[in-house]
């Protein structure tokens, strides 16, 4: 792999812009290399013959190492063709300007533009690793103090703990009839006082010893005492239940920290290396020896020569491996490195196995229904007002799922941080294939079930149909609930947990707070109303017993009909609600915009519901100005606050001023078809005569809802993205357990 590729892969994604523009400086380098081609002569001077070199005298190799250092330490600096130095701005800043001293001559001039952007570079890369150093300093500072008020607290603790061991030794003492008297319970309180603290105190660090004073000057964060908000304790609670939560916080803290010291390390490396690479090719190019001299300044920079990271990364790992590791060297490394997912191949195996099992099951099951001619049946009507929305859950959920795995594949393939966006914890996310491997495993199991029910008979006398057949759509959904709430550690648990989460989330809107995997997941499910509704259907069908006979009777029940509307309003309700959060938090008028969107689409559903249970002109007329609405609001809304897009002043004509896929037609094509997918749910209004079943319609319409989710999904994370790229945002934050007093002061 070339350097330049292998530098792009290396970058931190949110740092990408504060990287060395390797890229601009090649084409520069190529600028210099086709000038040189351009005016020297053709005639080439005659090569020396070869055999003369083995008549020179053999210097040594560490006679030309000594030579080489002295040239480099500034013995031959004569023939030099640039000149760098370090000019010291009024405020104590500074920056680094080339001189270019052989200007003068013919085609001077690009290499001149080739050193003054060199230099922007550099003093770019310099300022940007300066900040961050700046920040880990300071937040080094803020870990220091937490771990002070941590070890203090445990001593606490360890305190409590001990008075009720003595309360017991005593209160066994008295129940045997030997008593002891007060003065000696004190004694003994001290004594095991002072043991626990000199076991403590091994504990601590040797350089800043923690004092139980400063439990005077802090109390716990809300996150540590409660999960609600409103509720705000300030006492201390010294409990094993509390350390235990306040030492999880504060490990997570630290392993995130020192994730962030590890890419600044890298940061530092990859663009002195990049410096290197890119100096060696313009002395390549030129015919000059220009690298080592500027080399020497990057390297005496301070991107080159801070050490604070690396000392602060050893500090860290001594702190982490004492303090959470119970010194064990080995366990406290493998918690702070990384884990790197490995790929599998018996994922990739299982996965083609159940796409080749989908293919056949399609195959098979288009070939009985030409076999037997079930299209014009007369149970044709029967089984698609009753089995067909039974199992076209399934395909929209199966649907949804290859969609989500197509969007990891390009998310990776254009490096959007996805998995920082949404909040992983780190190596436990879902890849594509194994998103794929659970996407056609469910279809394969549903089209087996499909299969099964079109052989399903019906005793003649009782008129029933066999009750195993016929139940096989509600077993395979009961199985994909309980794999989806299976507690113990197989099948992705981390992955179904913050599903789980999540969704609880959701359904609490607005009690929690809101987050980007929150409300991404809530606009999933705006697309999958017809999926929820077919939930509902499920509960009808089977609960109501009319499986038996395949008829059912819902839509004549009123009771069905109110949830009919309830179930479609539920996600646009959970939306809005978390706008409505959020603007009460953030202040942020957007937010109150984009609640009027799910307010004008709740508004649009329900009169879309009404008029297909109340078919009438004056519902109809209804139902088209409200969807119609909706559906303008909502495209805008995707195409500007969503994906950023239509930005008359960009660079870009009506697009943004970054974009990830080099392709622009690929963004007007998004465009064009999220209109397109936008107003295709207006037939059920318009009711265009369509020679297809209700409920096939239905699903269709469903079914290209999902897709333009699917597409509305990249280009959201994109822009995502691409505001986390501009604020350099490549961290989560960690809540911290202790509140000092003078933060609070500072703050306010």
């Not at 070199?53 to 000594?66: K, V």
């Amino acid at each position: 792999m070339k350097f330049g590729k292998e530098f792009a892969s290396q970058m931190v994604p949110e740092w990408q812009a504060a990287y060395l523009d390797y890229a601009c400086l090649k084409i520069l380098l190529k600028q210099i290399q086709h000038w040189k081609q351009k005016t020297t002569q053709p005639d080439t001077p005659p090569r020396l013959p070869r055999a003369l070199t083995l008549y020179r005298a053999f210097s040594g190799l560490i006679q030309r190492q000594n030579q080489r250092l002295n040239s480099f330490n500034g013995e031959d600096t004569e023939n030099q063709p640039i000149l760098v130095n370090f000019c010291t701005g009024r405020k104590g800043s500074g920056k680094y300007e080339t001189t270019f001293l052989m200007a003068a001559e013919e085609g001077g001039e690009c290499e001149q533009q080739f050193f003054r952007r060199l230099d922007n570079e550099l003093n770019k890369v310099d300022k940007f690793y300066r900040s961050k150093v700046k920040e880990v300093m300071e937040e080094a500072q803020t870990l220091s103090k937490q771990m002070k008020a941590l070890i203090a607290f445990r001593i606490k603790v360890d305190k409590v703990a001990a008075k009720f061991v003595c309360a017991g030794m005593v209160g066994m003492n008295v129940f045997n009839g030997e008593a002891q008297s007060n003065d000696s319970i004190e004694d003994n309180e001290k004594h095991i006082s002072l043991e626990i603290e000199e076991e403590n105190s091994k504990h601590m660090m040797s350089s800043d010893i923690a004092s139980l004073n400063i439990l005077n000057h802090v109390k716990l964060n809300e996150a540590i005492q409660t999960h609600f908000p409103t509720i705000k304790q300030t006492e201390l609670n010294f409990s094993k239940e509390n350390l235990k939560r306040i030492e999880k916080q504060l490990k997570q803290a630290f392993i995130e920290f020192y994730h962030k010291l590890r890419l600044l390390k890298k940061y530092s490396f990859m663009n002195i290396l990049a410096f290197s690479k890119i100096m060696k090719k313009y002395d390549k190019i030129s015919s000059r020896r220009a690298s080592r001299n500027y080399m020497r300044i990057v390297d005496n920079s301070y991107l080159g020569s801070s050490d604070e990271v690396t000392k602060l990364m050893e500090r860290v790992e001594a702190t982490f491996i004492k303090h959470f590791s119970n010194s064990n060297h080995g366990k406290g490394m493998n918690k702070l490195r990384l884990k790197t997912k490995k790929e599998r191949h018996r994922i990739s195996f299982c996965t083609g196995l159940f796409v080749g099992f989908t293919a056949a099951l399609i195959l098979a099951l288009i070939l009985i229904i030409h076999a037997r001619n079930i299209l014009d049946k007369q149970g044709k009507a029967q089984y698609m007002e009753n089995m067909f929305p039974l199992y076209s859950l399934f395909a929209f959920i199966v649907l949804h799922m290859i969609l989500y795995a197509a969007n990891i594949f390009f998310w990776r393939q254009y490096r959007i941080n996805y998995t920082f966006i949404f909040g992983y914890k780190q190596g436990t996310e879902l890849g594509y294939r194994e998103v794929l491997l659970l996407s056609f495993g469910l279809a394969a199991l549903a089209l087996a079930s499909v299969i099964s029910n079109l052989d399903m008979e019906m005793d003649p006398k009782t008129g029933d149909y066999k009750a195993l057949t016929e139940l096989l759509p509600l077993i395979l959904v009961t199985l994909a609930l309980v794999i989806l709430i299976f507690p113990f550690n197989i099948l992705y648990c981390s992955s179904r947990l913050f599903f789980l989460t999540t969704l609880f989330h959701c359904i609490c809107a607005p009690l929690y707070k809101v987050k980007f995997q929150d409300f991404f997941l809530a606009d999933q499910l705006t697309s999958q109303v017809q999926a929820l509704r077919s939930l509902q259907f499920y509960i009808c069908y089977y609960g109501w017993g009319d499986y038996k006979h395949r008829q059912n009777t819902c839509k004549m029940n009123d009771a069905f009909n109110t949830f009919y509307f309830v179930v479609a309003v539920v996600p646009y309700w959970s939306r809005l609600l978390q706008c409505l959060r959020r603007l009460h938090e953030e202040k942020d008028p957007m937010q109150a915009y984009n609640g009027l969107k799910y307010f004008f689409t709740i508004i649009a559903v329900c009169t879309r519901t009404a008029y297909s249970l109340n078919a009438g002109t004056g519902w109809r007329i209804v139902a088209w100005i409200c969807s119609a609405i909706a559906a303008i609001y909502g495209t805008y809304w995707d195409l500007v606050a969503d994906w950023g897009l239509l930005q008359r002043r960009s660079k870009n004509r009506w697009l943004r001023d970054k974009l990830l896929v080099p392709y622009k037609g690929v963004y007007f094509g998004a465009m064009a078809l999220n209109i397109l997918l936008r107003f295709a749910w207006m037939q059920t209004v318009l009711n265009f005569k369509v020679s297809l079943h209700r409920e096939t319609l239905a699903a269709i319409v469903a079914g290209l809802e999902i897709i333009r989710r699917g597409i509305w999904n990249f280009f959201r994370l994109e822009n995502e993205h691409l505001n986390n790229v501009g604020k350099f945002r490549a961290f989560k934050s960690v809540p911290l357990p202790f509140n000092y007093e003078d933060d609070e002061d500072r703050d306010v």
